[in-house]
C-alpha cells in the first residue's frame, strides 16, 4: 500500500513542533510535509497552487493561527486573513483535490459565561475579534468541506514557544510575588497529546468529519495552574497571590469558564486523554531539561 501524505501548516507553532516529534512514530505508515508562512503562505492561493499542483497530499493538519488576543483587537485585517480567509483557501483546494482536512479552533468560540463543560452543539458566541475570526474560519470551513474535522482546543502549552506554562516558569525565578486570576476555569492542554490525538483520528479505521472538543482532562483555575507550575519546577521563592479578573486589566475579555467537554472524541476515536497535571509534570521535565 503506497504511503499517505500528510501536510502540516503553521509547523514552526506549539502544535507545529510537537507534530514534527510524533512523525517521527509513523514515519513507516506517513510521509509528513512540514511548512510555515516562509514555505507556504496558506493565505496567497497563488501559492497554494503552485504547491499542490506538484505535490500528492492526502491529509492537511492545519495549525496555523493568528493567536493574539488582545493584538487582534487592533488586528483585525491580519487575524481574518489568517483565521478565516487561510482556512477558507485550505478548504476549496481540499475539496477540489479530494484531501482529507483537520483544523485546529478554540474555546474563544464561547463567551465563557456557562458553569458546565461545552458541548460541541451548545451555542458558539465569542466576545472578542480573535474568538469571531476562528468561528468564523470553522463556518467557511463546514461549508465548503463537510467532511473536515474541527478540533477546539483551550490553554495549549509546549516546550516549544512562548506560552504560559514558560512565563510561569520564568516570572516564578524573577519575582517575590505574583498576581494571577483565580476566578478563570478552564483545562490547560499539553500540545504534544493533543498531536497525539490527531494522529490517532488520521490514523482511525475511516476519517469521521465534525466539531470536536480537546483538551486534557480535569479543570483548574490559572492561579491554581501557576501554584502547580511552581510545585512541580521546585519554584519556593516566588509568592503566587489569587485576584480576581477585574483586577488584572487587559484589552480583550477572557472566558470565565472554558472547561471542554471531551466525551465525542473519546468515543468516536477511542482516544485516552491524561489529566492535566501529569501532563504538565511531563511538559516541564522536557522544559528544565
Known amino acids: 500500500m503506497a504511503t499517505k501524505t500528510i501536510l502540516i501548516t503553521g509547523s514552526n507553532g506549539q502544535l507545529g513542533n510537537e507534530m514534527r516529534l510524533i ?5 513507516n505508515r506517513y510521509d509528513f510535509i512540514f511548512t510555515d508562512v516562509e514555505e507556504l503562505d496558506i493565505t496567497n492561493i497563488d501559492d497554494l497552487n503552485n504547491f499542490f499542483s506538484g505535490t500528492k497530499i492526502d491529509f492537511i493538519v492545519n495549525c496555523a493561527a493568528y493567536t493574539a488576543v488582545d493584538k487582534a483587537e487592533d488586528d483585525v485585517e491580519l487575524c481574518y486573513k489568517i483565521n478565516c480567509f487561510a482556512v477558507e483557501n485550505l478548504a476549496k483546494i ?35 475579534v480573535y474568538g469571531k475570526s476562528k468561528l468564523e474560519g470553522e463556518q467557511i470551513l463546514q461549508k465548503i468541506c463537510a467532511d473536515s474535522v474541527i478540533i477546539r482546543t483551550s490553554w495549549l502549552y509546549s516546550s516549544f514557544g512562548n506560552n504560559f506554562v514558560k512565563t510561569m516558569l520564568r516570572l516564578g525565578k524573577e519575582r517575590e510575588t505574583l498576581n494571577v486570576v483565580f476566578d478563570q476555569i478552564g483545562t490547560p492542554t499539553y500540545a504534544a497529546d493533543l498531536a497525539a490525538a490527531i494522529m490517532q483520528i488520521i490514523d482511525f479505521e475511516k476519517f469521521i468529519g465534525g466539531i470536536y472538543h480537546f483538551s486534557n482532562e480535569g479543570a483548574v483555575s490559572w492561579y491554581d495552574f501557576t501554584k502547580a507550575i511552581h510545585r512541580i519546577a521546585g519554584i519556593s521563592t516566588c509568592k503566587v497571590l489569587p485576584i480576581e479578573s477585574k483586577d488584572y486589566p487587559v484589552r480583550t475579555p477572557r472566558p470565565f469558564f472554558s472547561v471542554l467537554n471531551k466525551s465525542k ?25
Open 23 to 27: 512523525s517521527g512514530s509513523y514515519s
Open 94 to 128: 481540499a475539496r477540489q483535490l479530494n484531501i482529507k482536512i483537520i483544523h485546529i479552533s478554540t474555546d474563544y468560540v464561547f463567551n465563557g459565561k456557562n458553569y458546565l463543560p461545552y458541548t460541541e452543539t451548545m451555542p458558539v458566541n465569542p466576545v472578542s
Open 265 to 289: 472524541i473519546k468515543q468516536t476515536f477511542k482516544i485516552e486523554i491524561p489529566y492535566w497535571e501529569d501532563s504538565l509534570r511531563v511538559c516541564i521535565g522536557k522544559i528544565l531539561k
